[in-house]
């Protein structure tokens, strides 16, 4: 099992949703790709590019 889907797993069984740990993971790199291009353009909007 890899690490994402360990995490994913963990974070599921905390909130105790009945999701299936697939949904779980896809939910959690969604987040993860989401919180990176946020702070891409976080970056762009400091430095002044488009």
């Given at each position: 099992m890899s690490?994402?889907?360990e995490i994913a797993e963990?974070?599921?069984k905390?909130?105790?949703?009945k999701e299936s740990?697939?949904?779980a993971t896809l939910r959690w790199v969604t987040a993860k790709t989401f919180m990176a291009r946020v702070?891409?353009?976080n970056?762009?909007?400091i430095r002044g590019y488009d």
């Open positions: 690490r994402t889907m963990r974070q599921s905390a909130i105790g949703n740990p697939t949904a702070h891409v353009l970056e762009c909007i």
